[in-house]
């Protein structure tokens, strides 16, 4: 396998996380038929029998994958493998460019599988080594993110790709930003169909709100 670093543009994205439901539509009853003045009044039938109705069944769909050494838990998107303390599947480092697209950062996938979606967080810090606020919407906190298939398509186990994230713009970059620092919060790993993720591995412990400069070692 190659180890050539591939460039990667990516575009903007938007995450939606779909969720099945089922509505129901009650019909409108239909209206009498008007009973005729010389027809001789008919018996009234007993009302039919009440039947249970059938109970609509879905089969919640498993992960392609077992939880990564050092992970546990389902493995799903709502309940992913839970890792913690150092423990990393992508490193993330900014390449210390900032263009009209945004800062770049070079990501390797460490992992021993295809990494497809993402949720990589993102802080900066000034020449003191200080955290900085940054602008996520109307709001100021301390880091900001992006989530969703972020990397231009499947990274392979040993990729690496230098890559602009859509939701982090140069206009975000607050002033007085000398370091930028990124850690892959989230991830979900290629089906074995490779159509979609659906195995899902994360380590909060990654992302507090405060981060010093240099993160969990």
């Known amino acids: ?35 005729s003045a010389t027809s001789a009044p008919s018996a009234v039938a007993p009302p039919p029998a009440k039947t249970a109705a059938p109970t609509a069944t879905v089969e919640a769909k498993k992960p392609s994958h077992p939880c990564p ?6 493995g799903v998107l709502k309940s ?8 990393r599947v992508m490193d993330v ?13 070079r990501v390797t996938n460490n992992a021993k599988l295809e990494i497809l979606y ?23 906190r301390k880091k900001r993110s992006c989530a969703g298939n972020i990397f231009a398509g ?32 989230t991830v979900g790993f290629t089906s074995k169909e490779g159509k979609r993720a659906d195995t899902y591995w994360q380590n909060e412990e990654l992302t507090p709100d405060e981060r010093p400069k240099g993160g969990i070692k």
């Open 69 to 74: 050494e050092g992970s546990e838990g389902d």
């Open 1 to 35: 396998m190659s180890s050539a670093t591939i460039i990667r543009t990516i575009p903007a994205l938007t995450l939606g996380l779909l969720g099945l439901g089922l509505i129901g539509c009650d019909e409108p009853a239909s209206p009498p038929a008007e009973a």
């Open 118 to 140: 993402g949720n990589v967080v993102v802080y900066f810090y000034d020449k003191a080594g200080k955290q900085l606020d940054v602008m996520v919407g109307d709001d100021t």
């Open 93 to 105: 480092k900014w390449s210390g460019k900032i263009t009209d697209k945004g800062p770049s950062f």
């Open 154 to 185: 499947p990274m392979k186990p040993g990729e690496k790709a230098t890559l602009w994230f859509s939701c982090m713009k140069k206009k975000h970059v607050p002033e007085g930003a000398v370091a930028i620092e990124a850690e892959m919060k």
């Open 80 to 87: 992913p493998c839970k890792a913690t303390g150092a423990t």
